[in-house]
């Protein structure tokens, strides 16, 4: 009895990883935009220097991410680019938002303020969060 409760609990758990992992995934994509054009607002930014940014951030960007989002945003007429000679290999695009970019950051900086300051006022509420989390814990090892 005591290895099958084991055992379901460790799968609960298991699951439970399993939907933080994703949510987590989601989060930082419907952030992501933002960062990059966070960072590209404050002048021409080549993309190594992107990744970079992101990674002190705390946030691990791939090439394999970013590069498709630029070009996503190009094609948008959000970003427009620059070739400038390197002299330590091949030129180097440096991305720049377009006046229409500016607009679009302008309402993507409101969206995201008003989505951190209500999501900042909710996640600052306790008191039902406690007891929620309690009967949470017991009804996972009544189900299970």
């Known amino acids: 009895m005591h290895n099958t409760l084991l ?3 460790l799968y ?30 404050r002048g021409e930014a080549y993309p190594g220097d992107i990744i970079d940014e992101m990674k002190s951030a705390g946030m691990q960007l791939l090439e394999g991410t970013l590069y498709p989002l630029l070009n996503r945003l190009k094609k948008a007429e959000i970003l427009t680019y ?19 970019g500016g607009e679009f950051y302008s309402l993507l900086e409101t969206t995201w303020n008003e989505l951190a300051t209500g ?5 600052r509420k ?13 009804q996972n090892q009544i189900i299970v």
């Open 126 to 138: 306790t008191n039902k969060t406690e007891v929620t989390s309690e009967n949470e814990s017991e």
């Open 7 to 9: 055992r379901v609990s």
């Open 12 to 41: 609960c758990i298991n699951k439970k990883n399993m939907n933080i992992e994703n949510t987590h995934s989601q989060m930082r994509k419907g952030v992501l935009e933002y960062c990059i054009l966070s960072v590209i607002k």
């Open 82 to 100: 620059r070739w400038v000679e390197s002299t330590s290999g091949p030129p180097r695009k440096y991305f720049r938002l377009t006046e229409k």
């Open 119 to 123: 999501v900042e006022t909710v996640a």
